[in-house]
């Protein structure tokens, strides 16, 4: 098993590189998304082991905390959850007006982008939670000021989250069907709510919904897009 979470992340990037080279109009999004999440890898030594302890590409998340499969899974996670929406339902993006640029529940644009880092930050700080639930609650309360501030995008929002649930419950399902004890083995089920569905953490259902609904809206609330039919 020692090169499972290497493999799982390469097969991530796949996906990202298949979208990527199929979809032109898409790679900017793409890039751009996913090198800006990929600096979240560096966040990895709040979850080994508190939440799970892989083995890693030269043990390095055993020795250090860090590993490189994190920055390839989050380069890859994001740029594919940013786009699947738009995959799945033909949609295109367009400028916003800069009349709808100028509406009042605009004016804290910038404090709701940002809103998941300090909320997750807080959490961490002042609960005794896992840092797993820490970061979920923030991605889906980021999530939700999304949708007051750019209520035009609450499908892609709500409907991006699922996307993205159905996308990783695929993928994990993949990997226990070849490595069937790889959770029990892997992650720290005592610390969690020990709930499985199908083999798979409740945590990371959890995470992948969550992580859907804020990333799918990223690009077009940073750059002030909307989503068009044509």
């Known amino acids: 098993m020692h090169y499972v979470w290497f493999i799982w992340s390469l097969l991530f990037l796949m996906v990202w590189i298949i979208l990527y080279l199929s979809k032109p109009s898409f790679r900017k999004e793409m890039m751009s998304i996913s090198l800006g999440t990929m600096l979240f890898g560096f966040t990895e030594p709040l979850f080994v082991p508190a939440y799970w302890n892989p083995p890693s590409l030269f043990d390095l998340a055993q020795r250090t905390g860090f590993d490189i499969e994190s920055f390839i899974f989050t380069f890859a996670i994001a740029g594919t959850s940013s786009v699947l929406y738009r995959v799945i339902y033909r949609r295109n993006v367009t400028k916003m007006d800069a009349s709808e640029m100028m509406?009042?529940?605009?004016?804290?644009?910038?404090?709701?982008?940002?809103?998941?880092?300090?909320?997750?930050l807080a959490l961490?700080?002042?609960?005794?939670?896992?840092?797993?639930?820490?970061?979920?609650?923030?991605?889906?309360?980021?999530?939700?000021l999304t949708l007051y501030c750019r209520p035009d995008l609450r499908w892609k929002i709500w409907i991006g989250g699922l996307l993205f649930l159905v996308y990783y419950f695929v993928f994990f399902l993949s990997l226990l069907s070849f490595f069937p004890s790889y959770v029990i083995h892997v992650w720290n089920l005592k610390a969690l709510t020990g709930i499985l569905l199908l083999g798979i953490p409740?945590?990371?259902?959890?995470?992948?919904?969550?992580f859907g609904m804020l990333w799918s809206s990223l690009y077009e609330h940073i750059s002030w897009y909307k989503i068009t039919n044509s």
């Open 124 to 144: 961490a700080i002042f609960t005794k939670l896992n840092h797993i639930y820490c970061g979920v609650i923030a991605m889906f309360a980021g999530a939700l």
């Open 202 to 210: 409740l945590e990371e259902l959890l995470f992948a919904f969550s």
């Open 103 to 120: 509406h009042s529940r605009h004016r804290l644009h910038i404090y709701f982008l940002s809103s998941p880092i300090p909320i997750f």
